[in-house]
């Protein structure tokens, strides 16, 4: 295939027939025109010695032979996946353990003590006989502790009256319900780790 023919056949100087001869100038022309080449008459050439060869080598396959839908792939090597072994399992620390362990104990303490508290079941914690302020008298039904005043129970002020709840047992009941859920948390981590 000569850069003449070339030129020719992108400028549409290049008769069809001629182009019928090159295999690479057939396969242009068919895709740039849209021909089909088969139908095409070579022309005949004057000097069969003068053919010109082209550069370029391709196959062409038929793409609905038998053969072509067929492929075989060549064999690939194996896969390095590494299978977990409980050897590389990395062991939960023994203070983490604890720490789990106390959360999951701890919360639903925490919540119940303040869940009871509602109802004066600490009330026995008092002791009328050491009160010091109101003239070591005790108030009637004041059996609920006072958790902002928790360390001062010898005081009129660390007890309130029962039946009642404000913030901070609502605050605690809370408090105790996801430390206990941080809890199972951590220890399904851990196991899944293990």
Wanted: with cysteine.
């Amino acid at each position: 295939m000569s850069s003449e023919k070339l030129r020719k056949l992108l400028d549409g100087e290049l008769d069809l027939s001629e182009a019928a001869n090159d295999p690479i100038l057939s396969s242009l022309a068919s895709r740039i025109y849209n021909v089909d080449m088969s139908d095409v008459t070579p022309a005949a050439e004057e000097n069969p010695q003068k053919l010109e060869k082209s550069n370029l080598s391709f196959e062409l396959h038929d793409s609905t032979s038998p053969d072509a839908l067929v492929t075989e792939l060549p064999e690939l090597p194996p896969l390095d996946i590494p299978v977990p072994s409980t050897k590389d399992s990395v062991e939960t620390p023994r203070s983490l353990k604890i720490s789990i362990l106390t959360m999951m104990i701890s919360g639903p303490i925490i919540s119940i003590c303040a869940f009871l508290n509602i109802f004066g079941v600490f009330g026995f914690l008092k002791s009328c006989e050491n009160i010091v302020s109101n003239n070591g008298l005790c108030i009637e039904g004041a059996d609920r502790l006072s958790w902002l005043a928790i360390g001062r129970l010898n005081h009129t002020e660390g007890w309130v009256y029962s039946g009642s709840f404000g913030i901070p047992t609502i605050f605690l009941i809370l408090f105790g319900v996801i430390l206990l859920f941080i809890g199972i948390q951590l220890r399904m981590y851990s196991n899944r780790n293990q």
